[in-house]
């Protein structure tokens, strides 16, 4: 069973910066792509920053230049540093996985239980 968790939501500040986690654990044999993404009240889910395997990134304009994903392959972790944010930033993010499991034979994607990031004055 693979299990992805993630941390480091909370409450800032309009301008403040917060840096997001997600370890995946469990039964894997590799990880391929991953990615967050970000849910507002009333909104679709929308694809937020994603990171190949090759370490080629890509971002959703409403972030580039603000956000940056990164990897640490050793840890089975993707981060999300946000900075300059802003108060249309705030939603449940949730960060998604193309893994293959070391009991499986194809690549499925796994996805985190959310974490809230609400940017408030």
């Known amino acids: 069973q693979v299990r992805l968790v993630e941390s480091g939501g909370g409450l800032v500040q309009p301008g403040g910066s917060l840096r997001l986690s997600c370890e995946a654990s469990?039964?894997?044999?590799?990880?391929?792509?991953l990615a967050w993404y970000r849910q507002a009240p009333g909104k679709q889910r929308e694809l937020v920053a994603e990171i190949t395997s090759r370490d080629s990134t890509n971002y959703a304009d409403s972030v580039k230049g603000r956000f940056t994903i990164s990897r640490d392959n050793a840890k089975d972790t993707v981060y999300l540093q946000m900075n300059s944010l802003k108060p249309e930033d705030t939603a449940v993010y949730y960060c998604?996985?193309?893994?293959?499991?070391?009991?499986?034979?194809?690549?499925?994607?796994?996805w985190g239980q959310g974490t809230q990031v609400t940017v408030s004055s």
């Open positions: 998604a996985a193309n893994i293959l499991s070391s009991h499986g034979t194809r690549w499925s994607w796994y």
């Open positions: 469990g039964s894997i044999f590799r990880i391929n792509d």
